[in-house]
Antibody, heavy 122, light 110 residues
Framework: EVQLVESGGGLVQPGGSLRLSCAAS????????MDWVRQAPGKGLEWVGR??????????DYAASVKGRFMISRDDSKNSMYLQMNNLKIEDTAVYYC?????????????WGQGTAVTVSS | QSVLTQPPSTSGTPGQRVTISCSGS????????VYWYQQLPGTAPKLLIY???QRPSGVPDRFSGSKSGTSASLAINGLRSEDEADYYC???????????FGGGTKVTVL
């Protein structure tokens, strides 16, 4: 079964750090681009960033709102992707989803995890 | 304020056709593929349309997408109660060098 499972969410104070993980199974993780998307309480979806695959030198792209504070990495040997979040702000409070971009669907995000909640509060 | 503009809500009765618009610009929709996602209450989003008008396997043909210039739209034919959800358009923005989502449209089945 194709599956993504996020973990690592929790409560953190403003200015703090948190590292989210996304564990993949059921597909060739190393072939795919992988994304992080977040959703603040009661709000819409916001793209956070993505990690490309090895043929594309694992390049990363980020939304302007997180650039310089968040860093995406991946470990293909562990079928996992990570989101290191530093200098967290209250507005980073959201459910964070990881998602797979599927080439056959022209890089549409066709598999999503269940999400992990991050709360930034003092 | 989202880069892509969607109506906040729309509604219809069972069996009706509803359409959702997504307005962008020449830095996003005009030169890139549009995707549509459905998010049922309390669940993760689901890919509904890719490459402007293509349906992933398993998506009913009641759902259709189209694109023209800087706008795109999603149509739901034969509206059903289980279609009650939030719908988001998405694409790549060349100026921002990143993906962008619309603000989302809540579809209510009356």
């Amino acid at each position: 079964e194709v599956q993504l499972v996020e973990s690592g969410g929790g409560l953190v104070q403003p200015g703090g750090s948190l590292r989210l993980s996304c564990a993949a199974s059921g597909f060739t993780f190393s072939d795919q681009y992988m994304d992080w998307v977040r959703q603040a309480p009661g709000k819409g979806l916001e793209w956070v960033g993505r990690a490309r695959n090895k043929p594309n030198t694992y390049n990363t792209d980020y939304a302007a709102s997180v650039k310089g504070r968040f860093m995406i990495s991946r470990d293909d040997s562990k079928n996992s992707m990570y989101l290191q979040m530093n200098n967290l702000k209250i507005e980073d409070t959201a459910v964070y989803y990881c998602a797979r971009e599927w080439q056959l669907y022209y890089y549409g995000m066709d598999v999503w995890g269940q999400g992990t909640a991050v709360t930034v509060s003092s | 304020q989202s880069v892509l503009t969607q109506p906040p809500s729309t509604s219809g009765t069972p069996g009706q056709r509803v359409t959702i618009s997504c307005s962008g610009s020449n830095s996003n929709i005009e030169n890139n593929y549009v995707y549509w996602y459905q998010q049922l209450p309390g669940t993760a989003p689901k890919l509904l349309i890719y490459k402007n008008d293509q349906r992933p396997s398993g998506v009913p043909d009641r759902f259709s997408g189209s694109k023209s210039g800087t706008s795109a739209s999603l149509a739901i034919n034969g509206l059903r109660s289980e279609d009650e959800a939030d719908y988001y358009c998405a694409t790549w923005d060349d100026s921002l060098s990143g993906r962008v989502f619309g603000g989302g449209t809540k579809v209510t089945v009356l």
